[in-house]
C-alpha cells in the first residue's frame, strides 16, 4: 500500500520550529512556569493620570483604535492613579506633569516609588527644560508634548513600553539649544586643544561613524584607530559616546540639524 504524500506547503522551518518547542516544554516540565507571554503577542496595557476629563477621554479613545494598545483605566489625581495602577497592573503609565496637590517633579516620583513596575510616560503642556529635567529626574522614561502629532506620541508609548528612553522633537529642540547656548558665539571656540586629525575623530564618533569608516576615511589599520580613540576619548575624560556626541555639540564639531539627522536615522 502507497504511502500517503506529505502535505505539499510544509516548510522546513515549522517542522524544526515545532521539534525544539516539544524538545524545550518535555525538558522544562514541572521545572519552570510558562515564559510569559512575549509584549509583541499582547497589547500595552496603559493607565492614564490627568485631570481634565476631556483629555483623559479624549487621549482614552485615540490610544484604544490601536490594535497593540488597551487602556486599562484613567484617574484625575496621583492617589487614584496609584490605586487603579495597583489593581490593574499595567505595563506604562501615562501622566500629565502638573496633578491636584503636587508639582510635576514629586508627582512623578511619587508614582514612580508606590508603582516602580510599570514605566512612566510624562505628557504634558511644557516643553521647558526645567520641567524635562523634573520630569527625568523622577524617574520617567520618556517625555512628549500635548501639542506633539499623534504618530509622535504613539512612537513614544510603544518605545517607552519596551523600556527606551524617547521624548518628542519639541523636547529635542529644548535638549539641543540648550547644548549650544553653553558656547558664546561673539567668543572663538576652543577646541579643548585638538588638531585638525583629533577634531575630526570627535567629529565621526559624535556622528555615528564605526570605527572601520573612520580607519577607511583616514587612510589608517582599524586596530591603529581603535587604539587611538580610546586615548583620546581618555585624555578629554569621555567615557561614553553619548558624552562624544556632548562634547562636540559643546564645542561645535556639529551642528543641532546634523544631530537630528543623526537620532532620526537610529530609529527604528
Not at 60 to 82: F, M, R, T, Y
Not at 97 to 108: F, I
Not at 212 to 220: P, V
Request: contains cysteine; neutral net charge.
Amino acid at each position: 500500500m502507497p504511502k500517503p504524500p506529505m502535505p505539499k506547503k510544509r516548510k522546513t522551518a515549522d517542522v524544526v520550529s515545532r521539534v525544539l518547542e516539544n524538545a524545550i516544554a518535555q525538558s522544562t516540565s514541572g521545572l519552570a512556569p510558562p515564559a510569559p507571554e512575549s509584549t509583541a503577542d499582547r497589547r500595552c496595557r496603559i493607565v492614564l493620570i490627568d485631570d481634565h476629563v476631556v483629555v483623559r477621554d479624549g487621549l482614552a479613545s485615540l490610544l484604544e483604535l490601536e490594535q497593540d494598545i488597551e487602556v486599562v483605566g484613567c484617574a484625575g489625581d496621583v492617589a487614584s492613579g496609584i490605586e487603579l495602577a495597583h489593581a490593574a497592573t499595567p505595563d506604562l503609565i501615562i501622566c500629565d506633569l502638573n496633578l491636584p496637590g503636587l508639582s510635576g517633579g514629586q508627582a512623578v516620583r511619587t508614582i514612580r516609588h508606590e508603582c516602580p513596575g510599570p514605566a512612566l510616560l510624562v505628557l504634558s503642556a511644557h516643553d521647558s527644560l526645567e520641567y524635562i529635567r523634573a520630569a527625568f529626574i523622577g524617574g520617567a522614561i520618556g517625555y512628549v508634548c500635548k501639542d506633539a502629532p499623534r504618530s509622535a506620541l504613539l512612537r513614544a508609548i510603544r518605545r517607552a513600553a519596551t523600556g527606551r528612553r524617547t521624548v518628542c522633537g519639541n523636547v529635542w529642540a529644548s535638549v539641543i539649544a540648550d547644548w549650544l547656548e553653553h558656547s558664546d558665539a561673539s567668543e572663538p571656540v576652543t577646541i579643548a586643544n585638538l588638531d585638525s586629525e583629533a577634531s575630526r575623530v570627535v567629529r565621526m564618533i559624535a556622528l555615528g561613524v564605526p570605527t572601520w569608516r573612520i580607519a577607511q576615511d583616514l587612510g589608517r589599520g582599524v586596530k591603529a584607530v581603535e587604539k587611538y580613540r580610546i586615548a583620546l576619548m581618555r585624555r578629554l575624560g569621555l567615557k561614553t559616546a553619548a558624552g562624544v556626541t556632548r562634547f562636540a555639540v559643546d564645542q561645535r564639531l556639529i551642528s543641532s540639524s546634523e544631530l537630528d539627522h543623526m537620532l532620526e536615522a537610529k530609529e527604528p
